[in-house]
């Protein structure tokens, strides 16, 4: 079985790969015997995955407790619940309702342990015209969650996605830059690079510093979601190798989707294997170092 088990190398599953039919316990057993050492929880835009946010301390402490029993952690969060509510819209609402999203994801960040919050890139909502003013209510209003987030030592990273507003890195390390605190830093997508025609293997090298964690998935010119692994655009030997050479060796998050009508262990499992051999082909891994902890 393939496992990065004792590597200095982090692994982690998406929560949405699995289906939401299954309990937490069930999630993170496929998560581990797939190989995975860490899954990636998802705050979304849907009620449901929002509302985890207001948990009392008994149900946060049960989910910590299962993952711990089961030895998969919850190392990182995907907030993508802020495309929603953005925190840089001219609605003074829906700004307001994504800053306290942000605050409250940061406590309960705290409490599960999660180190990383991955905020996406959406600095208005759908339709809404990016202006300077919506561009500088962004950056405003992230470091003033960043006040919080510093303190709990609870980390913010930005992950560039498929809007002109954030569609390279070159666009989000601004506000890192600017607000220029340890505990803000990137998430590169380099899957939403390449969909978005970016020049990944420039962007990587050029802002390493400041990579916190990377998302893996594969896409095509304009498609960001549900492209099979091998099946897409990206050059995942090059990002791979542009990573080795900068030193990067924090987590690397698998991004994939469940589909109700296949196997979603078969493919978690197999896309952590696709996953494995390209980092040995890129020789980010190497080949007698992998085989001794699998054999």
Not at 108 to 136: C, D, P
Not at 172 to 193: A, E, R
């Amino acid at each position: 079985m393939s496992s990065v088990k004792n590597l200095n190398l982090s692994i982690g599953l998406y929560e949405k790969a699995l289906p939401d039919n299954l309990d937490w316990e069930e999630k993170l057993i496929l998560a581990r015997d797939a190989g995975y050492n860490f899954m990636e929880l998802s705050i979304d835009e849907t009620d449901e995955r929002i509302g985890r946010l207001k948990w009392d301390m008994q149900k946060k402490r049960k989910l910590r407790n299962i993952t711990e029993k089961i030895g998969i952690p919850l190392l990182t969060m995907c907030l993508s619940g802020n495309r929603r509510f953005p925190i840089g819209s001219s609605f003074s609402d829906v700004q307001k309702r994504g800053v306290e999203i942000i605050i409250e994801a940061i406590y309960f960040a705290s409490h599960l342990g999660i180190r990383i919050i991955q905020i996406a890139g959406y600095n208005v909502v759908n339709g809404e015209k990016s202006t300077s003013l919506s561009k500088e209510a962004f950056g405003r209003n992230l470091k003033k969650c960043l006040n919080l987030a510093s303190s709990l030592g609870v980390m913010i990273a930005l992950e560039n996605v498929d809007c002109e507003f954030a569609d390279s890195l070159d666009k989000i390390i601004p506000y890192v830059k600017d607000i220029n605190s340890p505990w803000l830093q990137l998430y590169p997508d380099f899957g939403n690079l390449t969909a978005m025609k970016q020049d990944v293997e420039r962007q990587l090298k050029a802002y390493a510093g400041h990579i916190a964690a990377i998302h893996v998935k594969d896409t095509r010119e304009g498609i960001v979601r549900n492209v099979p692994f091998g099946e897409g655009a990206v050059n995942f030997i090059s990002a791979f190798r542009i990573l080795k050479s900068v030193g990067f060796n924090g987590p690397f998050l698998l991004e994939m989707w469940a589909d109700d009508n296949k196997d979603n262990y078969k493919i978690i499992k197999s896309s952590m294997d696709w996953i494995i051999e390209k980092l040995m082909q890129s020789s980010y891994l190497m080949t007698e170092e992998y085989h001794l902890v699998t054999h």
